[in-house]
């Protein structure tokens, strides 16, 4: 029941102010004036709102002044503000950090990080390259480690031009061990993965194999793994293929993800 004749008066040209607007949100409950049809709102645009009673039936009204009845008053129903879109995430690169929108590349720093072999820079480009390019960092590559004392000595690294040296299957006892031990500068830092190639840094999974197949000494590498794996390609073929599987650092092997943060931190330090 209401309380006294809500519809005595003019009640439907009120004075200014005197129906008040009220968003039509969902499961408002509300009367239509006119027809009596009492539901919850279940759909609005910027013209009409729609009602569903409680038998589930449906109709159609349009967003007129005051022809609602919200607990027996009238008032006018509007289009509900929409809500504000939540802002978007930040874009993340492929080494998982924050994309630097619209980025031009940072002039090169005079400090420097090597790799072996074309692959691992290869590699190293699709995960970090835009981290690099944001740290003006350059990549170059030793086409293998042999003769790494030399080159660090041709370098001339002193603070503010530092040399970061990523080292294959740099395990105790092994040849790449003994060469990276004599490098003592405080301004070079040599960091390796325990892998035989950068190849093996990249997770079987992503490559849905098993796992990387043990090659016997005395047989090349990539071409071991090329036959156990029973691949019918040249190994410049097979390096498309794998890395052309890679996308994200998810899809690396953690032991080469650290060395590689490391690296660039300590090249990109206080210079």
């Known amino acids: 029941m209401y309380e006294g ?12 102010g005197k129906i008040p607007k009220v968003p039509a949100e969902l499961d408002l409950v ?22 569903e009673d409680r038998f589930g039936k449906r109709r159609l009204f349009p967003l007129a002044p005051a022809a609602f009845l919200l607990e027996g008053r009238p008032v006018t129903l509007v289009r509900p503000v929409a809500a ?7 874009r993340r690169s492929a080494s998982g950090s924050i994309a630097v929108e619209g980025l031009r590349a940072r002039v090169a720093r005079e400090s420097r990080i090597y790799v072996e072999g074309v692959h691992d820079a290869a590699l190293v480009e699709k995960i970090w390259g835009h981290d690099l390019r ?11 480690v042999d003769h790494l004392p030399a080159i660090v000595a ?10 970061g040296v990523l080292v294959d ?11 990276a031990a004599e490098i003592t500068s405080p301004d070079v830092l040599v960091v390796g993965h325990p892998f035989v190639d ?3 840094a990249v997770k079987p999974s992503v490559l849905r194999i098993p796992a990387w197949p043990a090659v016997p000494r005395g047989v090349p590498w990539k071409e071991g793994v090329i036959a156990a794996l029973g691949w019918r390609m040249e190994p410049a073929e097979a390096w498309r293929r794998i890395l052309g599987a890679v996308s994200t650092y998810a899809d690396l092997e953690p032991e080469l993800l650290g060395r590689v943060e490391e690296l660039i931190d300590f090249v990109t330090e206080a210079s």
Do not use: M, Q
């Open 5 to 16: 004749d809500v519809l005595a008066g003019n009640w439907r040209r009120p004075g200014k």
């Open 30 to 51: 509300v009367e239509d004036a006119d027809s009596g049809f009492c539901g919850a709102v279940v759909a609005c645009d910027k013209e009409a709102v729609t009602l």
């Open 84 to 90: 504000p879109a939540a802002p978007a995430a930040p």
């Open 134 to 144: 944001v740290e003006g960092v350059v990549v170059e590559y030793l086409e293998g």
């Open 154 to 163: 041709e370098f001339g690294p002193e603070p503010g031009r530092r040399l």
């Open 169 to 179: 299957h740099l395990v105790p006892g092994s040849k790449e061990s003994r060469i």
């Open 198 to 200: 950068i190849w093996e």
